[in-house]
């Protein structure tokens, strides 16, 4: 892969000229294109829908979910966006890919339980160890 690294940029519409290494993501239009990270510069369109591509964005670093398969282009590679991270897919098990997603889903777990626990789960929990 000759872009190993892809930070998000919010757009209405996507640029003309795209650069490498940034996965553009257009809420409005609910989908994203990139560069294709294997260096060929052919534009990747990625739909953000529930039966195509799943964004996650944790302070700037973006995963996409599942594999970005480029299938229909000539270069063909395949590379998963993990953690602003680009990961060459051809190095990574159908298990790890998936393993990839469980870990991804527990981290957005832990970060809404760390946002949304009030403080009566604190003393909910105060009061537990105190009758235990
Ligand atoms: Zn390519």
Request: charged share 20%; proline share 5%.
């Amino acid at each position: 892969m000759r872009i190993s690294t892809i930070r998000p940029a919010y757009v209405e519409s996507f640029p003309k000229a795209l650069e490498d290494g940034v996965l553009y993501i257009s809420r409005t239009f609910g989908t994203t294109c990139h560069r294709c990270c294997c260096g060929c510069g052919t534009k990747i369109v990625a739909p953000l829908r529930p039966t195509e591509y799943r964004l996650t964005d944790f302070g700037g670093r973006v995963s996409l979910y599942p594999s970005v398969g480029n299938w229909n282009h000539q270069c063909q590679s395949h590379y998963v966006i993990r953690n602003g991270q680009v990961i060459p897919a051809g190095s990574m098990s159908a298990a790890e890919i998936a393993e990839g997603r469980a870990h991804d889903e527990g981290e957005k777990r832990a970060y809404y339980a760390a946002t949304t626990r009030s403080w009566l789960e604190d003393v909910w929990e105060w009061l537990q160890s105190r009758f235990r």
